[in-house]
T-cell receptor, first 113, second 112 residues
Framework: NAGVTQTPKFQVLKTGQSMTLQCAQDMNHEYMSWYRQDPGMGLRLIHYSVGAGITDQGEVPNGYNVSRSTTEDFPLRLLSAAPSQTSVYFC????????????FGPGTRLTVL | GQQVMQIPQYQHVQEGEDFTTYCNSSTTLSNIQWYKQRPGGHPVFLIQLVKSGEVKKQKRLTFQFGEAKKNSSLHITATQTTDVGTYFCAGRGGGATNKLIFGTGTLLAVQP
């Protein structure tokens, strides 16, 4: 079991560039989510999904797109990167029923210049 | 929308002292979870509370869920240097809401 994997670990972008942060889990979890973590702001929910084909917005969705074509993968797309999107991004997954324990990936540290 | 606040933002204690962090939600929660994040790491699940007034213990850690299911606390007895990190609560609203909203976190520093 690899758990939750995220790629890349580090990324530097220029303002206006686009990119996709990858997230995959091998635990057959229905629920997957993306958070960004900034100093003093905690973890803020960007988008989440309760199953393949179903996504919804979190607290800070602007500037990000997601899709969920399979149970395993939940990529996060930055459409036109801005310096305000400099952050650490975490992907997490869990079952919808039962203990709901969230398993987090190792994170992606993104810098937008 | 649902907001989850934690206090204090930062706590510095001497090893052996107790520590408490408090979590308050703007809405009633169906359940609350607690996570610990070591410096440079990712959040790791500690526990989930579901019932009103529930109290759970894990060794030196005591977790409480308020009667109104809008607040929670984590108390650590006799802190150790291994307790260093940021502690987050995370709440899931009731009804059809599945999203999990994290609190702002409390950073605990323990001086040996």
């Amino acid at each position: 079991n690899a758990g939750v994997t995220q790629t890349p670990k580090f990324q530097v972008l220029k303002t206006g560039q686009s990119m996709t942060l990858q997230c995959a889990q091998d635990m057959n979890h229905e629920y997957m989510s993306w958070y960004r973590q900034d100093p003093g702001m905690g973890l803020r929910l960007i988008h989440y999904s309760v199953g393949a084909g179903i996504t919804d917005q979190g607290e800070v969705p602007n500037g990000y797109n997601v899709s969920r074509s399979t149970t395993e993968d939940f990529p996060l797309r930055l459409l036109s990167a801005a310096p305000s999107q400099t952050s650490v991004y975490f992907c997490a997954s869990s079952y919808l029923q039962g203990p709901h324990e969230q398993f987090f990936g190792p994170g992606t540290r993104l810098t937008v210049l | 929308g649902q907001q989850v606040m934690q206090i204090p933002q930062y706590q510095h204690v001497q090893e052996g002292e107790d520590f408490t962090t408090y979590c308050n939600s703007s809405t009633t929660l169906s359940n609350i979870q607690w996570y610990k994040q070591r410096p440079g790491g990712h959040p790791v699940f500690l526990i989930q509370l579901v019932k009103s007034g529930e109290v759970k213990k894990q060794k030196r850690l005591t977790f409480q869920f308020g009667e109104a299911k809008k607040n929670s606390s984590l108390h650590i007895t006799a802190t150790q240097t291994t307790d260093v990190g940021t502690y987050f609560c995370a709440g899931r609203g009731g009804g059809a809401t599945n999203k999990l909203i994290f609190g702002t976190g409390t950073l605990l520093a323990v001086q040996p």
